[in-house]
């Protein structure tokens, strides 16, 4: 009877033993399919948020560059501005400037 108790403890010994295998099998396999999920989640969120951020900086570009058109157009006013200013000195003192040449130019000095 002595053995068959010892049989029958290493028999219950190594079903509790498999059952564990199992167990711990069982978990891990839920475990990686946790990681799985969880990694596949984190992939979808990045992808919507870089896409929010592209939708955003598209927008941005898109303002900046309409107001690009309107800093070119108020450059360009500012330059008419700055020419027509300097042609009008230029016009001021061009009857002075043409008289001291020619005073100069005319005036002989040995």
């Given amino acids: 009877m002595d053995t068959s108790r010892r049989q ?9 033993e498999q059952e564990a295998q199992q167990i711990v ?8 399919a946790r990681l799985r999920q969880a990694k596949e989640e984190a ?4 992808a ?6 592209e939708a955003e900086f598209q927008k941005k570009v898109a303002e900046s560059s309409g107001d690009s058109g309107a800093n070119v157009k108020r450059l360009e006013q500012e330059t008419e501005a700055k020419i027509a200013n300097l042609k009008q000195q230029a ?5 002075d400037v043409v008289s ?3 005073r100069h130019v005319t005036s002989v000095k040995n």
Avoid: C
């Avoid at 099998?25 to 990686?32: E, I, L």
């Avoid at 919507?48 to 951020?53: E, F, L, N, S, V």
């Fill in 43 to 46: 992939e979808r969120e990045i």
């Fill in 25 to 32: 099998n069982a978990a891990r396999n839920a475990k990686m």
């Fill in 8 to 16: 029958s403890g290493i028999q219950q010994l190594l079903a509790a």
């Fill in 100 to 102: 001291m040449l020619l």
């Fill in 48 to 53: 919507a948020y870089r896409a929010q951020m």
């Fill in 91 to 95: 016009a001021a003192i061009s009857p």
